[in-house]
């Protein structure tokens, strides 16, 4: 009964499978491989466009802040919600790729940043005032910190305010195929077709074994040179990249990203009904693979006993669960055995 | 016939396969799994000592700049070799790393540091003259970029001189598997007896799919919460660590990974003897996994029409071939071939 | 009437009378002059210790990014009121000294930061984890951006909460003077005294041309090698630095910025008594140069075309008017004319 | 006898004047000052053009690294000789300013750089090398190091070769008086006309109490807005910026700066005069204000105990004597009297 992440599950067999057979003689180095230039192909197909450029990371915290570190200047800030990875766990990461460009965090239910206060944010303004430090990129995250989803339409109107302001827009995506099932859209859709210049495609969570993709769409291809030097720079370009490419592919091939987060999504929901169900309530409705119940003491205290984990003490008073690939439906029924046991005496 | 580099070449199948082990159910993230607690116990074995602590990387680059960012302050310098890989193959990584420290280049032969050169730029340093960018830490690349070898006593000789001048001392052990071999030298002696107080051990280019050891001793534990801190910071966490854990382990199983720099070396030596057996000088003596040949153009074309891989424009004239742990008798023969074989008219 | 701000002010004439007389002969550059070793001295008595080290320039902004840089490493941050100078009005200067250290913000009324939400916030505080961005700094201003006065036992009530959670104390004194006049607080008092390690000491608003003083209390003083190294990479090591010593000796000498501040801080008493009588309310009690009015449209209009000068849209509503050294009775009583004058038809 | 530094003279009382004219009243803030704005003018006349943007600090190294961090990003180089100032004596403010660029070196007689070298170097870059430092910016001091003039010919002949390579050129003119006095240059052929992007106008050394104004010309122009963004970030936007622009206006009006050079540069011939009078090589022509005598030890020892004030060990084993607008005559024939006394006995 192991829900504390979706990074605590282990590699999808195909994905290491993967790797075995991409393990077979010399190989170039540093992304120039045959695995990445076959992946090109791959990603094309699945986000149904030839305009993009891409890179390969084998962590979110780097994708998210090497992307953005293309987009926003020292000088400059980030507007992105108060609860968001980048700002919550990632431990300065965007401040030190940045060179010391800044967070700046915006509200919002569910980790979803409000509409208006961002559009308020951004006719306040003031370029010309040289003591500010005004936003350069807009940083939307999907799934949010709370497991909720933008729609496309959603993330569209977003990323037309932002432009309008002159912002790029980056999405961690570090659940993107969670939100993708939970919303039936298309990559396309949730990314480049929405308005996204710059995606953190994240893998890893999904089914990988450390695999991130990050993406440029359209005339933000034009930092592809820029993201190389930043990747090389800060030691996000590994020698024997044949393995995150070969990674990248298992877990793209035949849509299997697609189907393992539908998984993960379906045991949350109904991991969620178990809740539901024993008369708990949930703090956010269920969008993806995470599931935060506003459980009791007694409750929380039954499951640690029986070797559950999960984070009891999320921030709110709410415990978060987190369903993968790998949870399995006698995991669910083990906790809920638990749950609805009578009381120890 | 592939001699471009040792990165290229793929991983020991039982690398792959200890990943595969450690694919097994659910594991802490961010390191704090089972495997990294048993490499723990394992790397204490290999050198021989408790007073250590270690992280794991995927990438040479990273490893380094970390290494160097927990000794060397933004004010500060890095003394190293002007030919070190840090300064020639890593853009800028230091700098990245350290907030803005500083590269100074020492001179010396096959890319080993003159020590006369340093001991006299260490007593020309004053540290009262705040315009200037005084050294905090020497750098020594082991196996240098030429292939050569400092023996644990050159090591312990700089490391004195360094340590009367109240520098850190940092070992770049890319290739340390391949130094170890040619000198004979114990991991113990070549690292923490010989005075160095933080060793990146390379495992990639020895045989690992991409791992990379940083490893503090003795005072030098102390920099421990730092170097989780800055490599969480950088993007050096992955949450799935127990496969690079699972790769370290598996390298230095059995010995494998002196097992597999052995061979390396070994066919380096062949080679080596395949030049000169056809009447070619080397830039340098063959003391690792490299060989620095002084070919003739036509050689050059020849071996690059039969498809030969190498760098035929190493700085200083020579033409670079690295050998492997994968590298065959079979390929250095047909270099052979191609070498002696009659000029083609 | 100029209410803009009180670096609108010219300096006062002794300032610039101790830079002529300090521009006599050769002196020695970068500190080392005579001038600035009488200072000490100075410094000493008006602190009543000699336990301290100090360094100075001619910027507030580098005052407080320089101090903040010796005490929170890149991997940290830095608490500070969401309305702190150092947040608003500095583009990044923390985030870019520190080598991209993070502001981390807490509310409180007047820009006075809430002691219970910051001990709560301390204590929410988990060092262990990795992934945040531990508080290295509390940064008090004083007078706050609302004008507001911290008395000596409310700082030493940070102080000692702050240190019981290993944080350095800093104090942003920008209007330092202003501060000690509405206290009545000595400035040993107001600052290591009440625990303060590193105090910025603002002049230039005070009436000095451009000089503010770092000073270091206590153990802080091992920072001050530190402190000079990262001056003078920052360019705020002028070779003439005589002529801050000058202004900072000028400004001490008899208590010449007591005397001062004491004048500004007269003025905005009576300012706000001319916009109370007029029937206007206050946002902020006045407790130093700085009055915030809430006017009506018409008056800020009338105002504004009779040429005064002051910020009618400050962050709440309220319109911003700070009094200087040089502000007179007679633009305070042209300003009343204005105000109480029947509106125009 | 103070020969050690331009920097340790006092300010030419014309500079004082003008801060003591423009300390009138209340004035803008931050660079939005009537003085300022006549500045603009005053520099349109004297680089004969009105396309060109400038910025105003009170110190080189800021000036230097404040204007190269406008056109080096943090993954490229500058070159620049290895005695520049920016490498020797600005404690890497270059690799802070540009958030970890690096400086790289180039040899050359009189700290000037070499063109068959600089030349070279640029041809062997490749900019599709991921893993290199590609150079971005062509820095040359003029004066040099080492009292060395470039002529606008020679400089133009590096700047085109630059530009071939797409690099920005940035001129150090610290000492750009002195220089444009030896040359015969007009301030326009040694800056835009001979295809300096941007000039580092140092006027402290030359008589100002602490003055620099960084120009940016033609295209260059649009770096202004990140210009100044990064001179408020580093702490070099003082508040009454009326002080520093009424310096450079004081040193610019009547051509004093040139007038001040002028006498420098005569003194230094002087001076250079007395020691190759009395025997002594020189060890580089006297192109400026700066002497490099190759004195003997008892020489040296004999004015040092006549309180003559000099650079006895300067690099290369030469003493370096420095004139300054306030070096006079008697000053040089004390020297003299105490080079050609009898030896003592």
Request: hydrophobic content about 45%.
């Amino acid at each position: 009964m192991n829900f504390s992440s979706d990074t605590a599950a282990p590699a999808h067999p195909s994905v290491l499978e993967a790797m075995g057979r991409a393990n077979d003689g010399a190989e170039a180095s540093y992304g120039a491989d045959r695995i990445t230039a076959r992946l090109r192909a791959r990603l094309a197909e699945v986000f149904e466009t030839d305009d993009f450029d891409f890179w390969l990371t084998a962590s979110g915290t780097a994708s998210n802040a090497l992307a953005l570190s293309c987009f926003c200047p020292p000088t400059h800030s980030i507007l992105c919600h108060h609860e968001a990875h980048i700002q919550m766990d990632e431990r300065g990461a965007v401040e030190f790729f940045t060179g010391g460009g800044r967070l700046a965090l915006l509200p919002g239910t569910g980790a979803k940043i409000d509409y208006d206060v961002f559009a308020d944010y951004l006719g306040n303004v003031d370029p010309s005032f040289v003591h500010g430090t005004p936003p350069a990129v807009l940083s939307l995250t999907n799934l949010t910190e709370c497991g909720m989803a933008y729609s496309p339409d959603e993330v569209a109107r977003f990323a037309r305010r932002a432009k309008g302001g002159k912002l790029a827009v980056h999405m961690d995506g570090a659940r993107f195929a969670n939100a993708l099932v939970h919303t039936g859209a298309s990559p396309a859709q949730m990314s480049w077709q929405a308005g996204v210049d710059v995606l953190t495609l994240g893998l890893t969570k999904t089914g990988a074994a450390g695999c991130e993709i990050i993406l440029l769409f359209g005339a933000a291809k034009a930092k592809g040179g820029e993201l190389r030097a930043r990747a090389k720079r800060s030691g996000h370009m590994p020698p024997k990249m044949r393995f995150l490419a070969a990674q990248a592919e298992a877990m793209l091939e035949g849509g299997l990203w697609l189907t393992l987060a539908a998984h993960a999504n379906a045991m949350a929901a109904r991991l969620a009904g178990v809740f539901t169900g024993a008369g708990y309530e949930l703090a956010w409705d269920v969008q993806g693979n995470e599931v935060f119940a506003l459980l009791d003491p007694r409750a929380v205290q039954d499951l640690q006993e029986d070797n559950a984990r999960f984070y009891a003490d999320w921030p709110g008073g709410s415990s978060r669960f987190v369903c993968s690939w790998a949870t399995t439906e006698a995991e669910i029924a083990d906790l809920k055995d638990t749950l609805v046991r009578p009381p120890r005496i």
